[in-house]
């Protein structure tokens, strides 16, 4: 029987990452994968063909709507080829995962492929095609993950009522898809499908659309998209779904308690998703699922059973990638016994829609329940010259900072690149900085930056230079 330091159960970011740094500090690491492909939800099923199609979604729109504009002018129609288009997300899936294969290999990790399952505390069974296998693990990381989830009532078909796995490999641009929950999943889909000329119509239980983001955000997102041509249907909760031959019909209520039917040709369920433990036969080790089906772990990441610890989304938590990753780092480091930490509060949060919206720290609206005084500074994008210069004038640079101290308190964006932006307002928080110490930065002009120096300048003394 092989015998390992560490056995990971599940090779998505949390897992993957978590095996290269066991290996990297020198542990004897085994990684469990059922499917034959590594990177889980993320690189298979979830970031990367999404934004993969986002993208290839964007170029299209660009050129059939802004190109004009630039003085492009193309001779007859642009056409889209959407069996190409759904190829190329799948060949940049497979660069992605095999990479994981090449660092696996780099870092002398074994792959085990076949479902895990814990025969207790120490020893995992993994059963594929080819039988099952009994490995010894001295301590494993769950890293099982999550799958989509759906509503009692909705009987999820795969063909058109669907989740975003389907979503991402669909063999037509559907005519109207109607999206069931206005998150992340729903406005990015929902948004690649308009833009290949879908209508689209999203139907949502909040009051508002990404209704865990500050509220300005929620509002400035909507106008956009709604200037796309997306429609909304706030304060509505679904009741029924079904589906006669390619016809799907939407049941839902109204603020009002008004009955209210959609119909499309497809339905994306996106109401969010759900720990996934099926399988792993968690009871024979004695590990703790809750109510909500999530893996128990304290501080760090430990389960009930000390030897065994859980991670990504298959804990409490955002159910984001880089969260996995940086709790799949932490593991390993404890396990080596050193003494890392994850600052929750400065995981970002980002909707890849065009535009962007990025979020670091506290919402407005949390600030205001937990009666923290803060000042608020934002700086529209249109004000800016570089977007003028890209066309890509929607948006703003929001910065809320402490009304005494002025340290950074929560930093929010829509705009043109704010994914890749947000990523200063996390290192400004990490290092404490306040609204001052941001201001009195140079930023290159022109770059979309200059809106986070500008709405730091708001927020400290009311003065940004260009607004
Ligand atoms: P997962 O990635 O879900 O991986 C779990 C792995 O465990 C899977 O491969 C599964 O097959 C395997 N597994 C489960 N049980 C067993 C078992 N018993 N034995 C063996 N293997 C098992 N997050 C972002 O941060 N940015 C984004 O842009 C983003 N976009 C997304 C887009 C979509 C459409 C979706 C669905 C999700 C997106 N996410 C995004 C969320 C992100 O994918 C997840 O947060 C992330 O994948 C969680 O990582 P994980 O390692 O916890 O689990
Ligand atoms: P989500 O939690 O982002 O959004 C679900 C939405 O559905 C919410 O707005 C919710 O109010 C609404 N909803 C819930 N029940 C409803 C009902 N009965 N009727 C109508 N609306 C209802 O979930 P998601 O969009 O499914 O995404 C799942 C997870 O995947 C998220 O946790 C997200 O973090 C992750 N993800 C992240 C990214 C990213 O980082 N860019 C992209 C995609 C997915």
């Not at 009692?152 to 063909?159: A, G, N, T, V």
């Not at 772990?297 to 000390?306: A, G, S």
């Not at 065994?308 to 404890?334: F, N, P, Q, S, T």
């Amino acid at each position: 029987m092989s015998t390992y330091d560490v056995a990971v159960i599940g090779s998505g970011p949390g897992g993957y990452v978590a095996a290269i740094r066991c290996a990297q500090l020198g542990m004897k690491t085994a990684i469990i994968e059922k499917y034959n492909t590594l990177g889980g939800t993320c690189l298979n099923v979830g970031c990367i063909p999404s934004k993969a199609l986002l993208d290839s979604s964007h170029h299209y729109e660009e050129a059939i709507k802004h190109f004009e504009d630039h003085g492009i002018e193309i001779p007859g129609d642009v056409k889209i080829n959407f069996k190409k288009m759904i190829d190329r997300k799948a060949s940049v899936v497979e660069q992605t995962t095999k990479g994981i294969d090449f660092l696996m290999n780099k870092n002398k990790i074994d792959v085990l492929t076949g479902v895990g399952s814990f025969k207790d505390e120490t020893h995992i069974v993994v059963s594929s095609e080819d039988g099952d296998k009994t490995i010894e693990a001295k301590n494993t990381i769950i890293a099982t993950g999550s799958k989509p989830a759906t509503l009692p009532f909705i009987e999820i078909d795969k063909e058109r009522i669907i989740t975003s796995t389907e979503a991402l490999t669909l063999k037509e641009i559907p005519k109207h898809m109607i999206v069931i929950g206005g998150g992340v999943i729903g406005l990015e889909l929902g948004q690649v499908y308009r833009r290949l000329g879908a209508e689209v119509s999203v139907v949502e239980y909040m009051d508002r659309i990404i209704p865990t983001m500050d509220k300005g955000q929620s509002k400035e997102l909507t106008k956009v998209m709604k200037k796309q041509g997306v429609k909304f249907y706030t304060s509505h909760k679904v009741s029924a779904v079904e589906r006669n031959k390619d016809e799907v019909t939407i049941t839902a209520t109204d603020k009002k308690d008004k009955e209210v039917t959609f119909k499309g040709d497809y339905c994306l369920v996106s109401v969010g998703r759900r720990p996934y433990t099926d399988g792993l036969k968690a009871d024979n080790a004695g590990v703790k699922v809750n109510e909500k089906g999530q893996i128990e772990v304290n501080d760090h990441l430990q389960t009930n059973i000390k030897n065994i610890y859980a991670i990504g989304d298959v804990i409490r938590g955002a159910m984001l990638a880089h969260k996995a990753e940086e709790e799949g780092v932490l593991v390993a480091e404890i396990l080596a016994g050193q003494k890392p930490h994850i600052n929750y509060n400065l995981i970002p949060s980002v909707v890849y829609t065009w535009p962007e919206v990025a979020s670091v720290g506290k919402t407005e609206e949390q600030l205001k329940e937990d009666k923290v005084e803060y000042k608020s500074g934002q700086f529209p994008m249109r004000a800016l010259g570089r977007s003028r210069a890209s066309g890509d004038t929607d948006g703003f640079i929001k910065i809320l900072a402490d009304k005494e101290t002025d340290e950074v308190l929560g930093v929010h964006m829509v705009g043109a690149r704010a994914a890749d932006l947000i990523a200063e307002g996390v290192t400004a928080m990490e290092f404490r900085a306040s609204a001052e110490d941001i201001a009195s930065m140079s930023h290159a002009h022109p770059t979309y930056a200059e809106a986070v120096k500008e709405a730091a300048l708001a927020a400290t003394e009311n003065r940004p230079i260009h607004s």
